[in-house]
């Protein structure tokens, strides 16, 4: 058997690139481990609740992205969140604060300290950092004080990464951030000029907009799976292999199944690549399957009858510094449609990640004692009686980027260049957010798509 491209891994990042191969008429066939394709995108409609596992949403982050979802729009509906709800809370003092906007509110807010308010005063003047592995704690300290390292960037990478500012790089992490002060000299600085920048009909696509899928982000892998043919997607792929015969020359084998393949894609996590790839020196799969996950709970709260507090918003994020269980919450059915019953509440909660990952070996009903103990003082509830409560673990939820990450990169692109047709793709690189792993795939498809012409 025979197939022009072979794609490992049926999530975001591996069914964009089959959409856009399948678009640019080159056959490809989709091999996914698990029973069904999405990868941790999975929409649950329970009891009047719609929630999700996985990505709960998205950021137009990219003109791949918004274009996607106009090339699936007859399948889904693009779903942009309330912007009455784009207020995010951080805690401090066991107190839920407004992030600020503008220069009032950034000089009003509680969460900075005097100091560092006068002192982001400068931020502009002072010289960029020459070291491109600084971590993003020293980074923040040095341009912006220990304050806004707590109160803002802290809880931003708790709610993007699960992660420590003092173990990400920016380079590799938040490289928009790390440029900003390479190419501008400053945050504040750069901000304002990029902001000023002229910008194409297609960049403007990216607006930043927070969105998911009406009905859930099922819709959207059902949209692809459409697309790219159910026929082209095989599911339940156990043991898989590659075998590399020789340049752009490669055997997938799963189970009884072989096929002859010119280029292979893998999808799939970093720590899943020795076995697969085992033609591969250990001394250069060790380069990349050493990355680092943030381990994970992430639980769907329901309540047909919402009693707590204001949860007009998007949701609340905890720095470390607070020294809670959790590492935030979401208010789902504020910004999104059809998520709760009408007078009920939709949550999501996380709790572990990389310096409370001892949170994630928590059993299930530790877990909820956990997090019901948290939101009841948090969220002002009489009691803890959720009508919904499903429990999602991750033992490989978010890959950290820290200063081993350009070595991981170089690896990835001299392995690539060693075995022609072979590319090793997936969150390892190129970004984690839902936009990034768009982009990717879609990178990945257009460089292949040349290959046929």
Not at 185 to 205: H, L, N, Y
Not at 303 to 320: E, R, T, V
């Amino acid at each position: 058997m025979k197939n022009q491209v072979v794609v490992i891994g049926a999530g975001l990042t591996g069914l964009t690139t089959a959409f856009y191969l399948k678009k640019a008429g080159v056959d490809v066939v989709v091999l996914e481990k698990k029973e069904q394709p999405g990868g941790v995108i999975q929409t649950h409609h329970e009891n009047g609740f719609v929630f999700e596992s996985g990505p709960n949403t998205g950021v137009l982050g990219s003109p791949e992205a918004a274009e996607l979802m106009e090339d699936l729009k007859e399948h889904c509906t693009l779903e942009i969140a309330n912007p009455e709800a784009k207020r995010r809370l951080i805690l401090k003092h066991g107190k839920w604060h407004d992030i600020p906007s503008g220069l009032i509110g950034g000089i009003t807010t509680p969460l900075f300290s005097w100091y560092d308010k006068f002192r982001l005063l400068g931020e502009p003047f002072r010289k960029p950092g020459t070291n491109p592995h600084e971590s993003l704690a020293d980074l923040v300290k040095r341009r912006m004080g220990q304050s806004f390292l707590d109160y803002a960037i802290d809880p931003f990478i708790l709610g993007v990464y699960a992660g420590d500012p003092s173990l990400l790089v920016p380079k590799y992490a938040l490289p928009k951030l790390y440029n900003l002060e390479q190419d501008f000299g400053s945050f504040v600085g750069g901000a304002v000029k990029k902001s000023r920048m002229p910008k194409t009909d297609r960049e403007k696509k990216a607006t930043r907009d927070v969105f998911s899928v009406e009905g859930g982000l099922t819709n959207m892998i059902n949209a692809l799976v459409k697309e790219i043919g159910e026929d082209c997607i095989q599911c339940n792929c156990q043991d898989l292999t590659v075998e590399y015969i020789d340049a752009n020359n490669y055997r997938v084998k799963t189970g009884d199944t072989s096929i002859e393949t010119p280029y292979v894609v893998t999808t799939s996590g970093a720590h899943t690549l020795p076995s697969m790839l085992n033609f591969i020196e250990p001394s250069m799969m060790d380069k990349i399957a050493n990355l680092k996950y943030a381990r994970v709970i992430e639980a769907a709260i329901g309540f047909n009858d919402w009693q707590g507090g204001d949860i007009k918003a998007f949701g609340g994020l905890i720095p470390f510094k607070e020294n809670r269980d959790i590492l935030g919450v979401l208010f789902m059915n504020s910004f999104l449609k059809n998520r709760a019953p009408e007078k009920g509440a939709l949550l999501t909660v996380f709790m572990g990640g990389v310096r409370k990952e001892e949170l994630a070996n928590a059993n299930d009903e530790e877990a909820r004692e956990i997090i019901g103990r948290e939101l009841t003082d948090l969220m002002k509830l009489p009691e803890f009686k959720p009508d919904l409560f499903k429990l999602v673990r991750y033992d490989y939820a978010i890959p950290q980027y820290g200063a081993d990450s350009g070595m991981r990169f170089a690896t990835v692109e001299q392995l690539e260049q060693q075995y022609q047709g072979l590319i090793i793709a997936g969150n390892l690189r190129d970004g984690i957010g839902m936009a990034d792993r768009i982009k990717q795939g879609r990178t990945i498809a257009a460089e292949l798509s040349e290959q046929f012409k």
